[in-house]
C-alpha cells in the first residue's frame, strides 16, 4: 500500500495555510451569519456589520505595529506567537456579552492576521525557488480561501442550528493545532540584525512611490470584493428569493471561486505580473456590474457568486508578490502592509456597501459600489505600471535606477 509523502517544503506550506484556514474562517464566517449574530444581539444587520469593520480594523493597526515591533525576532516564534494570539483573540470574542464588547474583542482578535500573513508570505517565499515565489505565497492564501469552502460553511451552518458563539470557539482550536504544526514544520532561522536596525530597513520601503501605489491598489481594489461580500447572504435571501438553509452552500461557491482564482492568478503572476492585475480588476468590474442582474435569479446569482470572487482574488498573490519584489531584503513590513490595505478595504467595501442599503437602494445596490472601487483599483494600476516604464527609462538613460 502506498502511503502520501509530502516533502519537509510541502509540509511547512501546509502548516502555514491551515494557520491561514483558520483565520479565514474566523473572518468570513461573520459574513454568513449576519443576521444571526445581529438577532442573537438584538442589532440591526447594518449595525452588527459593524464587526465586521472592527476585525478589519485590528488588522490595519496589527500588521504594521506588531510586524514591527517583531522584524528582529526569528520568523518561525513570530508565527507561533501569532498564531497562539489569534486563538486567545478568538475565544476572548466568545466570553463577552452585547455588540460593543464584542466590537473590541474582534478588533483585538485582528491584530495579529496582517503580521501572520505577512511573515508567512516572506517564509513561503524563501522555501522554493524564485520562479515559484508566487505559487508558494498562493499555497498560504489558499488556506484563507479554503477556509470559504470547507471552514466557512460548516461553522455558518453550525451557527445557524446553535449559538455562533461556538463557532470561534472552533477557530481558536484550529490555531492551537496550526501553532503545534509551525513549531514541527517551519525551520529556525536567526535573527540578523538588532531591533532599532531591522525597523529602520523594514520602513526605508516605504520611501519608494511603487509601493504606496501597491498598497493603494490592495486598499481601492480589494474594497470591491469587500462591498458585494459583506452583504452577500442578505443579497441572496432578500434579492435572489434563496432560502436562509442555502447560504450555507452559496458560501461554498463562493469559497471555489476565491480558491480557483487564487491559484490561476499566481500562475499567472509568475509569467506576467502587472498584466495579471490588469485583467483580474478588469474583469472584477465587468462581473460586479453583471450582478445586478444577475442577482435577481437563483441559478444566474449562484454562477456569478463564484465569478465575482474568482475574478476577485486572481490579484492577491500577483500584488504580494509585487511588494515583496519591490521591498528587496526588507520584506516583512511591506508584506504585512498588503493585508492592513486589504483590511482597510475590507472596511471601506462594508461601510459604502452598508451605505447604499441604509439609503434604501437595496440589498444589490453595493455591486455598484464594488463595480466603482474596481475601476478606481485598476487606475492606480496602470499609473503604477507608468511610474515604472518611466523609471526603467531613466535608468537606461545612466540616471539613478528607481526599485521596480
Known amino acids: 500500500m502506498r502511503t502520501l509523502h509530502l516533502s519537509p517544503t510541502r509540509r511547512a506550506l501546509l502548516a502555514l495555510a491551515l494557520g491561514g484556514f483558520g483565520i479565514g474562517t474566523g473572518e468570513f464566517v461573520m459574513l454568513g451569519l449576519l443576521p444571526d449574530v445581529a438577532a442573537n444581539l438584538h442589532e440591526s444587520i447594518p449595525h452588527t456589520g459593524y464587526l465586521i469593520s472592527a476585525y478589519a480594523l485590528g488588522v490595519v493597526v496589527g500588521a504594521p505595529t506588531v510586524t514591527a515591533l517583531t522584524a528582529h525576532l526569528p520568523r518561525k516564534g513570530v508565527l507561533m506567537s501569532l498564531a497562539l494570539a489569534l486563538a486567545v483573540g478568538n475565544l476572548a470574542t466568545t466570553l463577552v456579552p452585547g455588540l460593543g464588547l464584542v466590537l473590541v474583542f474582534r478588533f483585538l482578535a485582528g491584530l495579529p492576521h496582517g503580521a501572520f500573513f505577512g511573515v508567512a508570505s516572506v517564509v513561503a517565499g524563501q522555501l522554493v ?78 520611501r519608494t512611490p511603487p509601493v504606496w501605489l501597491a498598497l493603494g491598489i490592495a486598499t481601492i481594489g480589494g474594497g470591491a470584493m469587500f462591498a458585494t461580500f459583506s452583504y452577500i447572504a442578505p443579497m441572496m435571501t432578500h434579492v435572489a428569493g434563496f432560502a436562509s438553509s442555502s447560504v450555507t452552500w452559496l458560501m461554498v461557491l463562493f469559497g471555489l471561486g476565491m480558491t480557483g482564482g487564487n491559484l490561476l492568478g499566481a500562475r499567472l503572476a509568475d509569467r506576467a505580473l502587472m498584466p495579471t492585475i490588469f485583467a483580474a480588476m478588469s474583469a472584477e468590474a465587468v462581473v460586479a456590474l453583471l450582478f445586478l442582474l444577475t442577482a435577481h435569479n437563483e441559478l444566474t446569482a449562484a454562477f456569478t457568486v463564484f465569478a465575482f470572487p474568482f475574478t476577485s482574488m486572481a490579484m492577491l498573490p500577483a500584488l504580494q508578490a509585487r511588494i515583496i519584489h519591490l521591498s528587496g531584503g526588507a520584506p516583512n513590513l511591506a508584506a504585512a502592509s498588503v493585508h492592513a490595505a486589504f483590511n482597510i478595504a475590507n472596511s471601506l467595501g462594508a461601510w459604502l456597501g452598508g451605505l447604499v442599503i441604509d439609503w434604501g437602494f437595496g440589498y444589490a445596490a453595493p455591486n455598484v459600489v464594488a463595480a466603482l472601487l474596481a475601476v478606481l483599483g485598476l487606475g492606480i494600476a496602470v499609473l503604477s505600471a507608468t511610474y515604472d516604464r518611466r523609471s526603467a527609462g531613466r535608468a537606461d538613460q545612466g540616471g539613478r535606477p528607481v526599485l521596480v
Open 129 to 206: 525557488a524564485p520562479h515559484r515565489r508566487s505559487q508558494a505565497m498562493a499555497v498560504v492564501f489558499a488556506g484563507l480561501t479554503t477556509a470559504n469552502i470547507v471552514g466557512v460553511p460548516l461553522t455558518t451552518y453550525a451557527g445557524q442550528h446553535m449559538n455562533w458563539r461556538w463557532v470561534y470557539v472552533g477557530v481558536a482550536l484550529v490555531e492551537l493545532v496550526a501553532v503545534a504544526l509551525i513549531g514541527l514544520t517551519v525551520e529556525r532561522t536567526p535573527a540578523h540584525e538588532s531591533g532599532r536596525a531591522a525597523v529602520r530597513g523594514e520602513l526605508a520601503v516605504f
